[in-house]
């Protein structure tokens, strides 16, 4: 597609319920990055996927917290037994993967999630 | 000390002056250095990027990197209120894809 698409856009749900957030990357863009934006903060860190691979999932807040890609392409972030913490701006964000560290990222516009 | 860090501000400046954000980064972080603006409700973008020490400028915008002193900054010549935004400084950490991202500086152009 023509940018990174995520869905939803928004999410209302009760604690302790699953939820599943979905990014589209660019179309050839293999590295896929999540991260989390609470109110006011900065980005944090979750995921970075490199085709298929999770070299770094060191930003996973707890086990709670798992994502996975596949076919190189659209990934899923799921959080289980949601909590009111886990409340904040879902953001993926998609590059080409061709360097190390020195690219531009494509941010999607978001899942706003809410834990009642 | 944090990975990469800013102030969190906000940073208030006339129309038409120079604003001058700043952002200093931990070893960990080395590789290169980019600066994304946000506004309200909306995703961060690109604006910036810079991998070498001195100075790089893009129209009304200059990024600066002194990688001794692992601080870089951003001027925004002529400031306008459409620069009123968040500007998100970020590195990329040595040896992986992993970006850092300090927690932002909101600017406020005042007309």
């Known amino acids: 597609g023509a940018g990174v698409s995520q869905s939803p856009s928004n999410k209302v749900t009760e604690k302790g319920k699953d939820v599943e957030l979905r990014c589209d990357p660019i179309s050839g863009h293999t590295a896929l990055y999540w991260y989390r934006q609470s109110l006011g903060q900065g980005l944090e860190f979750l995921i970075y996927f490199q085709g298929n691979s999770a070299p770094d999932k060191s930003g996973l807040p707890s086990d709670r917290f798992s994502a996975e890609r596949t076919g190189g392409s659209v990934s899923t972030l799921t959080i289980q037994r949601t909590q009111q913490e886990d409340s904040a701006v879902y953001l993926c964000?998609?590059?080409?993967?061709?360097?190390?560290?020195?690219?531009?990222?494509?941010f999607g516009s978001g899942t706003q999630l809410s834990v009642l | 000390q944090k990975e990469v860090e800013q102030n969190s501000g906000p940073l208030s400046v006339p129309e038409g002056a120079i604003a001058s954000l700043n952002c200093t980064y931990s070893d960990r972080v080395s590789q290169s250095f980019f600066w994304y603006r946000q506004y309200s409700g909306k995703s961060p973008e690109l604006i910036m990027s810079?991998?070498?020490?001195g100075d790089k400028e893009d129209g009304r915008f200059t990024a600066q990197l002194n990688k001794a002193s692992q601080y870089v900054s951003l001027l925004i010549r002529d400031s306008q209120p459409s620069d009123s935004a968040t500007y998100l400084c970020?590195?990329?950490?040595?040896?992986?894809?992993?970006?850092?991202f300090g927690t932002g500086t909101r600017l406020k152009v005042l007309a």
């Open positions: 970020a590195g990329g950490s040595s040896g992986t894809y992993k970006y850092i």
């Open positions: 810079i991998y070498s020490n």
């Open positions: 964000a998609s590059s080409p993967g061709q360097g190390w560290g020195n690219e531009k990222l494509f």
